[in-house]
């Protein structure tokens, strides 16, 4: 086994083998995912095992992120995405991180890989340790798309059926943009959802970066819903993998009573599917190894789209702490901000 950094001239091997081996459909882990950090000032590291055939068997693409006073974190989230039938042993790989994180003097190293509940060893085994934070959802809930759209829409609950069709006949129209101008029509709904729900959204930079970058091939789609001339809510979503991602929304505080949020992610479902897609992920929820008081009406709709699927549960974030006095002053900061 040799690591390497992977160049430009292994991007699409790198995206082929993500696409095949990340159970999660791999977005975070995508060639355009590492392009959109390094549009933020991210420094980006893409490793990449290789066999003796030259063949791909894990992909870590390993991000940087700045804190003040010249203190970093090195993250990879969701990852390292590995070919479980390949490869046994990470610390060659988890190694090579090591090296990078003393080459930035970083204080951690944070990973949160696509591995359902119950495969923890395999970290604990290299050092790391539980982590108190997670940064991608624990628990997320996915409905499979090789049903067909009847069967999807008769496993939602009676209530989310008739307000999909509500919202179809107050005539609510759904559009699918790949427009970067629209993203101004998304940032005006996060601000009015943000400050409705209590929650701290990402600076439309943000929002604005990934679309241009990630919208050209159509790995990022915005499904707007329109609705007496004006934009009422909207829904980015992503295609990457075998799944269709549902990645942020918003809606505005008026027309709530025509119900598009519905017909948002409906019309969604039927794009994945239309598009060979073989699963729909609507993000986060609570379930049995998360629970956020905050995520219980989020978690309430999401699972209203099928009434007796359960969460699929990853094994969530875990740490290898390189500074424990840095660590220490991180993880207070943290808890004062909440």
Known sequence: MEIIEAGDELKEHWDNFVRL???????????????????????????????????????????????????????????????????????????????????????????????ILGNEKRLLDSGFRKGEYEIQPKCNFIIDLAKSEEEILNQMKPKTRYNIGLAQRKGVKIKISSEVSDIESFWQLIKQTSSRDGFHPHPKEHYKKMFEIMSENGTVKLFLAEYDNKIIAANMVSFFG???????????????????????????????????????DFGGV??????????????????????????????????????????????FIKQIRG
């Open 21 to 115: 081996n990340a159970a999660c459909g791999g977005l975070l882990h995508s060639w355009q995912w590492g392009d959109f950090q390094k549009s933020l000032d991210n420094r980006v590291f893409r490793l990449a095992v290789i066999n003796g055939q030259g063949q791909l068997q894990a992909a870590a693409l390993v991000i940087k992120h700045e804190l003040p006073f010249e203190y970093n974190y090195l993250y990879c989230p969701r990852g390292p995405v590995i070919n479980v039938l390949q490869i046994e042993d990470l610390n060659s790989l988890f190694a090579e991180i090591k090296k990078i994180a003393k080459e930035e003097k970083s204080f951690l190293i944070r990973v949160d890989p696509p591995w």
């Open 286 to 331: 609570n379930g049995p190894s998360f629970q956020n008081p905050k995520w219980e009406g989020i978690t309430r709709f999401k699972t209203s789209f099928a009434q007796e699927l359960k969460p699929k549960e990853y094994i969530g974030s875990f740490d290898l702490i390189l500074n424990p006095v840095v660590f220490s002053i991180y993880k």
């Open 242 to 280: 075998k799944v269709c991602t549902y990645l942020h929304g918003a809606s505005a505080n008026t027309y709530r009573d025509v119900m598009a949020p519905y017909l948002l992610q409906w019309q969604a479902i039927v794009e994945a599917k239309k598009s060979g897609f073989g699963f729909y």
